[in-house]
């Protein structure tokens, strides 16, 4: 025979608080993030943006990755690799990220979270994709490669952080980010 519970005038405050009449298996999941450097990063750049905060100099770190290496831009170098049916969607790719940058550049943490992701962009082409380039893999493989060891973890940091991404970083911007690298002659379609 089952147990009965009364529970009339029951009153109960606070948030998420629940009257359960038998057995509970509700789980409560709460993710607060790790407060990493993209996190702070990006809550400095909400205070900066809100407040209008903008500085005139480009820090060292992002001129590192914006100042052109050669003058061989990125139409040329998917045509040196043969490839250069992919320049249409590359260069609008390169474009879309580019706007951001404009638009956040004069946000000194927004600098760091460019110079921060580009680093992390160049060293996975150099340390995955060169060598792919180097041994002739095929471009669907490589393509997948940046999709999945570069786009993708870097979109999963964002979002594993917690981060209050004001600058609205999506795959499209951190694909960009590749072709902006190669348009800056950091990155080589050809060894």
Not at 29 to 47: E, P
Not at 117 to 146: C, D, F, G, Q, Y
Request: charged letters at 20%; one cysteine or more; a negative charge.
């Amino acid at each position: 025979m089952a147990n009965s519970t009364n529970q009339n005038n029951a009153n109960i405050s606070g948030q998420q608080n629940k009257i359960v009449g038998g057995d509970d298996n509700s789980q409560v999941n709460n993710n607060y993030g790790s407060n990493g450097k993209l996190a702070s990063l990006f809550d400095k750049l909400k205070s900066s943006f809100d407040n209008s905060e903008e500085i005139e100099r480009i820090s060292n770190d992002l001129k590192r990755y914006t100042t052109r290496r050669d003058t061989i831009g990125l139409e040329k170098k998917l045509e040196m690799a043969g490839k250069s049916y992919l320049y249409e969607d590359f260069a609008w790719l390169k474009q879309e990220f580019y706007k951001k940058l404009v638009l956040y550049q004069n946000y000194e943490p927004a600098q760091e979270i460019f110079a921060y992701i580009l680093a992390i962009v160049l060293e996975k082409h150099i340390n995955i994709i060169k060598p792919m380039i180097r041994h002739n893999e095929s471009e669907k493989l490589i393509l997948s490669t940046i999709s999945n060891d570069i786009v993708n973890p870097i979109l999963s940091l964002i979002q594993s952080e917690g981060c209050n991404d004001i600058i609205g970083l999506s795959s499209t911007e951190i694909q960009g980010m590749f072709h902006y690298l190669t348009g800056n002659c950091h990155i080589n379609w050809t060894i």
